[in-house]
């Protein structure tokens, strides 16, 4: 039995010691800061900060020398809102962004004295949000990386002239209260706590306010002692010249802890001997207990009074100190969250009280408990729908210290697809062919956008010229942007005038889109409707699947704008042609580049003479019809004589003027490296990829092939014709992610509807 007591106090030490360690004393705990100053030197603004920085990363941009860039990067938020999450949140492109930049300026230190509210509709996710990042800070912050450490007092009865006897006395006095107070106290474990704690050879003095212990060193003395103490001279210079560290030099220690400096100075007459009760203890965030994070729900009740004591140790205060009036253990309920967050769940009942009370703490970083002032600088955070911004009642002065952050329905279609993914599992991925999972999340997105786009409608002008690919009010476009893709199907023109400024424009119109339409609920439901209805057996779910889905669903219907459905179809329809044509073509990069060099060798000479091409070593006889062949795979099969004979004329007089002369004599490059043979290799594979799609035009049996890909029937075809086949299927599902019947079910559709046809006569 003993051994099991024995055993159970070494497994206290053990938790005692893991979750928060011993305390330091100060002079360790300097030294700390001198060997560590990056992590000791962080106020809650700089430690928030950093946990986005190392739960997010780096933002990946897809196009990295883009001139015109305006870092609007993919940030994976998934350590961040989801993994390890009860409810994940899935946060698109737009809002990572928002978000990551606010949080950047934590570290320019422009937060102070502000409170940040996440303003977004219902059913957008935002108290999943707050819980999730909440739930991730206390678990950084309690890891080596999030580490922050408080002032706690140790103060040395010996050291401080305590009789124990009259310790006794006092506790006795003590117990007695108790007992008068609260009849039902556990007086044995009561006393028991209390005479252990008094025994001790110290008072324990927790700061309440969870001040940095650095903080005790005297303002006036604070600069030059740091200067001595550091070495690290790149992180001084920040130190002292960055606006993020301002608040070393300026912020003051709690009124406990600096009255309690000045009595404890007063009764030794010795600042290290001050300095040796000082300890440095890890700073623990519950926000379960409200310590270092405080979450108000709506319906919360505050307590009676703001204002919290610790009767026990303040008599033990006023006892070491033998002076009832020297140091008032006294605070409010705010310092438990100093140098913490607060947080107010939707700005209704109770927390509009709760914020409008705010507005002095915010604005001055101090309040009033009793007659002490009280230093409170907490990162705050509120979410609020955005029909309860008028009732807020807000003073233009307070106004001025609220950071709105939009955080509305999701509008990249990616992150709207992954949301379904969550809750619907990766199986629908396989249940649809490529693309119309997106699709499906573009359907949705096209409720929540504005119809007309100032921003849109000054870059691209009239919509029509795009009707082969997009909607004519361009939110197909619109939502490639926002999810982080330029289309190619934009004109050259277009794309250079898709500038940093007008990328701005339009994504800051995110700002005002997603308030409205289809909810995140509304359009999980939605997607299980259709899921249940199509997903059915090994046939895959089509676009014409989801078309019918939609236009049969009135009440959904009413809300995708007029002529949506229709455009998406085209969109994809250009989509899969593309596939299709890259999946057919087989790049022979050593036979184009053998037709190129041999050509512009050939045309320099007479015709009918024979001669060894320089380039490839080959020897040619160059009569017309050998060099009519060859430019038909630049020109296509349909260029007549006098255009194939201008051409020639044309690459000729290229050749002798600028390719050999300038940049093969001159510069000494390679044919191959030159502007007039990537000029030619861009026709050839330009018109190699039209050729492809001939069989599909003119071949039935091309079609049957396809429909009797794997069976025994396919046996029975030509050689070449199984060979494409096999080809293109072995190359959609490599390359684009269908299985084998998905990519001949989308064969046949691209067949049957004769997008080919459709897309070459545009
Ligand atoms: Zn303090």
Redesign the pocket.
């Known amino acids: 039995m003993r051994s099991a007591a024995r055993l159970l106090s070494s497994l206290c030490e053990n938790l005692q010691e893991r979750s928060r360690g011993s305390p330091l004393p100060f002079h360790a705990f300097l030294e700390l800061s001198a060997t560590k100053p990056a992590f000791i030197f962080r106020d809650i603004f700089q430690v928030f900060h950093d946990m986005v920085e190392r739960y997010v990363g780096e933002g990946v941009d897809e196009y990295p020398d883009d001139p015109e860039s305006i870092n609007y990067v993919y940030y994976d938020c998934s350590k961040l809102f989801i993994e390890g999450t009860d409810h994940p949140f899935f946060a698109d492109r737009l809002f990572a962004n928002r978000f990551v930049n606010h949080v950047a300026s934590f570290r320019r230190g422009a937060q102070q004295n502000r409170i940040y509210i996440f303003e977004g509709p219902h059913g957008c996710g935002k108290s999943t949000f707050l819980n999730n990042l909440l739930l991730k800070f206390e678990h950084f912050a309690n890891t080596e990386d999030g580490v922050c450490y408080e ?1 706690v007092w140790r103060l040395n009865r010996k050291e401080l002239g305590s009789r124990p006897e009259s310790e006794a006395h006092t506790l006795l006095v003590q117990l007695r209260a108790l007992a008068d107070e609260d009849p039902l106290a556990p007086v044995g474990e009561t006393r028991d706590r209390f005479m252990g704690l008094s025994r001790r050879e110290y008072l324990e003095v927790p ?1 309440p ?1 969870h ?1 940095n212990p650095l903080l005790l060193i005297p303002k006036s003395y604070r600069k030059q002692f740091l200067d001595e103490l550091i070495e690290d001279g790149a992180f001084k210079e920040k130190l002292f010249s960055e606006k993020q560290y301002e608040w070393v030099f300026r912020a003051n ?2 009124t ?2 600096m009255s309690l400096y000045n009595a404890l100075l007063d009764l030794l007459d010795s600042p290290s001997r001050v300095f040796a009760m000082v300890f440095a203890r890890r700073y623990q965030f519950n926000r379960r207990l409200g310590e270092g994070i405080s979450v108000f729900n709506p319906g919360d009740k505050g307590p009676k009074s703001n204002v919290l004591t610790n009767s026990f140790l303040q008599n033990q205060l006023n006892h070491l100190l033998r002076d009832s009036n020297r140091v008032r253990y006294i605070y409010s309920k705010y310092a438990k969250t100093n140098n913490g967050i607060y947080a107010l769940m939707d700005i209704k009942d109770q927390n509009r009280e709760r914020l409008g009370n705010l507005h002095g703490i915010i604005s001055e970083g101090v309040h009033k408990v009793e007659d002490i002032e009280e230093n409170v600088n907490s990162l705050f955070l509120a979410l609020m729908n955005p029909e309860d911004r008028d009732k807020t009642g807000e003073t233009q002065s307070f106004s001025d210290r609220i950071v709105y952050i939009k955080i509305p329905y999701v509008l990249d279609y990616n992150t709207e697809v992954r949301i379904y993914k969550g809750i619907f599992g990766d199986g629908i991925v396989r249940a649809c062919l490529p693309r119309v999972l997106q699709n499906f999340a573009k359907v949705i997105i096209s409720t929540r956008l504005m119809a007309a786009s100032a921003g849109m409608l000054e870059w691209i002008g009239d919509a029509t010229k795009y009707h082969l690919y997009c909607d004519k009010n361009l939110h197909l476009l619109k939502m490639d942007i926002y999810t982080g893709i330029i289309p190619t199907w934009l004109t050259e023109g277009d794309r250079k005038k898709f500038t940093a400024k007008r990328r701005k424009r339009i994504i800051g119109e995110s700002e005002f889109e997603g308030n409205a339409g289809l909810s995140g609920r509304d359009s999980i439901k939605i997607f299980g409707e259709f899921y249940s209805t199509y997903a059915k057996g090994e046939k895959p779910i089509t676009m014409e699947m989801l078309c019918h889905f939609f236009r049969k669903n009135k009440e959904v219907a009413k809300q995708i704008p007029e002529g949506f459905l229709d455009s998406l179809v085209r969109s994809y329809n250009y989509a899969v042609l593309q596939e299709i044509k890259e999946s057919l073509y087989e790049m022979n990069e050593e036979q184009i580049a053998r037709d190129i060099q041999n050509y512009v060798f050939s045309i320099n000479f007479e015709y009918g003479c024979v001669e060894r091409c320089v380039y490839t070593g080959e020897e040619l006889e160059i009569t017309e019809d050998f060099l009519e062949g060859l430019e038909r795979r630049f020109l296509g099969p349909s260029a007549d004589k006098t255009q194939m004979k201008s051409f020639r004329e044309d690459v000729q007089n290229q050749y002798t003027s600028r390719t050999l002369t300038q940049d093969m004599l001159v510069e000494g490059k390679d044919l191959r490296q030159t502007e007039l043979y990537a000029s030619l290799h861009e026709r050839y594979i330009h018109n190699l990829k039209e050729k492809v799609m001939e069989p599909f035009l003119k071949n039935a049996n091309f079609r049957s092939a396809i429909k009797d890909y794997a069976t025994d029937a396919f046996r029975t075809y030509d050689q070449r014709i199984r060979h494409a086949v096999s080809f293109l299927i072995g190359n959609l599902v490599g390359k684009y992610g269908y299985t084998e019947q998905g990519a001949r079910e989308v064969c046949m559709y691209v067949i049957d509807n004769e997008l080919s046809k459709a897309f070459s006569e545009k």
């Open positions: 002032t700061c306010s001040d220690p709690c406990i802890c």
